[in-house]
């Protein structure tokens, strides 16, 4: 497929999300201007398909771009990887002849923002099952349940989201939809006061019978891992993916203050700058290594995602890349603290807030039980397409 080179993000424009970071953390207040100039600059419709208005971006493109926003600004990356992550997951499935979910891509296209509505309180299987309550009536489906970590709340015009159907006890079925923010029976509960990632403004959502026409209907499968079709298994490529690297570039950031603070660094003990320190500088080749481990894993993941490689395997692969990339980067934030001394812990410190930050990447999906379950339990065969074949075919369309 050809897409456009180059980036959209300036350093103008990063280096203004930098700058704001600290208080909208300070705050706990929504990355407004961000958005509002990310938007403008057409960072939304990176992933949208070109015959759809956007600039068609592979899930790797994608993701280094975020990477790259995440080093200057991750809270705000990481609430718009939400959005990137449906419409990436509608992309890829209209490129493998899926034409059911051109809605939303047609909605990305004239400018509707989209938020996740996975999240809920006791469901620990991400999408593959469901606490919200579907219910089949005429001309769709009603959600009854409560949503949770529903980053981009100030701005998110739908919301996709999941509920269980179980009028059948035996077969299960978790619906997928897209819901319209003015829907009846929605309501917004203002629940986010958390340590980290403070500017995605992930409130709570509250669904009261609230009507998702059959339109908007893009998936009902079996609940579980059997449920797991091209569909589903992209909405955790994208999903993790993004995760992935945004805490990936977090991590590069947070070497890249170490390095900075070591060199003004001095001791008594020392006639040069802390740099010079055998001990310091192991921690730094620890940083280093542990990044190199964490970005060849996830460049080899998107790039084989992204290029139609096809692995029997494909949850175990993503599911591993995302909890590698966020607990390596978890280690390093940890270990830049003790190398850069005492200002680290100072609320004007970037390093202070970026280590809170880092903590969240180990709640997102898949978290540490999940990902040590899931190597247990193969996907059943037939259940994933072959993407050797879909990715030849949308190269033959294009």
Request: hydrophobic residues 40%; charged residues 20%.
């Amino acid at each position: 497929m050809t897409v456009t080179s180059g980036s959209i993000l300036s350093e103008t424009l990063l280096q203004a999300c930098r700058q704001r970071a600290a208080g909208y953390d300070r705050d706990n207040r929504f990355c407004q201007e961000d958005f509002d100039e990310l938007k403008a600059a057409g960072y939304l419709k990176l992933t949208i398909p070109k015959e759809f208005g956007g600039q068609g971006y592979t899930l790797n493109q994608y993701t280094r771009e975020a990477r790259r926003l995440a080093s200057y600004a991750p809270a705000t990356a990481l609430c718009l990887n939400m959005h990137h992550y449906w419409v990436g997951t509608a992309a890829d499935s209209w490129r493998a002849g899926d034409k059911s979910v051109g809605f939303i891509l047609e909605e990305a296209g004239k400018g509707e923002v989209f938020a996740a509505g996975h999240a809920e309180s006791g469901n620990e299987t991400s999408i593959v099952m469901s606490i919200t309550k579907a219910e089949k009536v005429p001309g769709g489906y009603k959600f009854t349940g409560r949503k949770s970590f529903g980053s981009l709340t100030p701005v998110w015009t739908r919301l996709g989201l999941h509920g269980m159907d179980t009028s059948d006890p035996k077969n299960p079925k978790v619906v997928h939809g897209f819901l319209a923010r003015n829907t009846p029976g929605v309501t917004v509960k203002e629940t986010w006061d958390v340590m980290g990632m403070r500017a995605t403004r992930s409130d709570d959502t509250v669904l009261e019978g609230a009507f998702v026409p059959d339109s908007h209907i893009a998936r009902i499968v079996p609940a579980g891992l059997a449920g797991a079709d091209y569909f589903v298994l992209s909405i955790f490529a994208w999903a993790l993916g993004g995760f992935g690297n945004i805490y990936y570039g977090l991590a590069q950031r947070m070497l890249e203050l170490s390095i900075e603070q070591v060199k003004n660094k001095t001791s008594l003990g020392l006639t040069r700058s802390m740099a010079h320190h055998p001990e310091v500088q192991h921690g730094i080749a620890d940083m280093v290594m542990g990044l190199e481990a964490i970005g060849a894993q996830l460049e080899t993941f998107t790039q084989d995602w992204s290029n139609g490689v096809q692995h029997p395997d494909w949850p175990i692969k993503i599911v591993s890349a995302k909890y590698n990339a966020v607990e390596t980067a978890w280690k390093i934030a940890d270990r830049a603290l003790e190398v850069s001394g005492g200002f680290g812990m100072f609320k004007k410190s970037e390093m202070e807030r970026l280590f809170r930050d880092c903590r969240a990447g180990r709640f997102h999906p898949a978290n540490s039980s999940l990902a040590h379950e899931l190597p247990r339990r193969p996907v059943p065969p037939g259940q994933l397409v072959t993407r050797a074949r879909a990715h030849r075919q949308a190269r033959a369309r294009d």
